[in-house]
């Protein structure tokens, strides 16, 4: 019952180099985020895509670009690095949607990113 | 734009103690309200409260929605040293997709 999936768990990058964070979800989950999380700012969205085939930019997308693969995966790309972007990423899926709208998130264990 | 408050920041208390940690919040189209429990790695889901007034509990936990106030308390008693944790309060914002979270109580429980 693996749940949520997050690859790699750790990062170092430097400035300007480009990497893609891969999320899977084994639970049939419609709707797929990508949140950060930084020292004395809570959790923010990235993107979320609330079904395949779909992705919205969320508080903070700058710098980021996402993909829906398919209703199990969801990969976040940074395509030129910068040390803002040094955070913990999680990944996260849930049924939220028209008809589940309280549905919680469960939650990936995270990438540790670091940009030098 | 939609808001969550988490109250306090951080919190340092002995086993035994018991806490309250706070939560209020400004969304348009209220749904629900949920708290998360993260230790080291992933926030992991404790409660989600839809109407004021409904006590959830689950062992020392328990929480408590006030609609007309917009506020949430979670209560944890006789407190261990495992309850050690960030505490997350989120809402599901204007889009039924997003939820928003507030910034979270570091609670440190001493032994």
């Known amino acids: 019952n693996a749940g949520v999936t997050q690859t790699p768990k750790f990062q170092v990058l430097k400035t300007g180099q480009s990497m893609t964070l891969q999320c899977a979800q084994d639970?049939?989950?419609?709707?797929m985020y990508w949140y950060r999380q930084d020292p004395g700012m809570g959790l923010r969205l990235i993107y979320y895509?609330?079904?395949?085939?779909?992705?919205d930019k969320g508080e903070v997308p700058n710098g980021y670009n996402v993909s829906r693969l398919n209703k199990r995966e969801f990969s976040l790309r940074l395509e030129s690095a910068a040390p803002s972007q040094t955070s913990v990423y999680f990944c996260?899926?849930?049924?939220?949607?028209?008809?589940?709208?309280?549905?919680?998130?469960?939650f990936g264990n995270g990438t540790r990113l670091t940009v030098t | 734009e939609d808001k969550v408050v988490q109250s306090p920041l951080s919190l340092v208390v002995h086993e035994g103690d018991t806490v309250t940690l706070n939560c209020s919040y400004e969304v348009t189209n209220f749904r629900s309200l949920l708290w998360y429990k993260q230790e080291k790695k992933a926030p992991t889901f404790l409660f989600m409260l839809?109407?004021?007034?409904i006590e959830k509990k689950s062992g020392r936990l328990s929480s408590i929605l006030d609609k007309k106030e917009l506020f949430s308390i979670l209560n944890i008693t006789a407190t261990q040293t495992g309850d050690s944790a960030i505490y997350l309060c989120?809402?599901?914002?204007?889009?039924?997709?997003?939820?928003?979270f507030g910034k979270g109580t570091l609670l440190t429980v001493n032994p």
């Open positions: 996260a899926s849930s049924d939220r949607g028209r008809r589940s709208y309280n549905s919680p998130l469960h």
């Open positions: 989120a809402v599901p914002g204007g889009s039924n997709y997003k939820l928003t």
């Open positions: 639970m049939n989950h419609n709707s």
């Open positions: 839809t109407s004021s007034g």
């Open positions: 895509s609330a079904s395949e085939g779909t992705t």
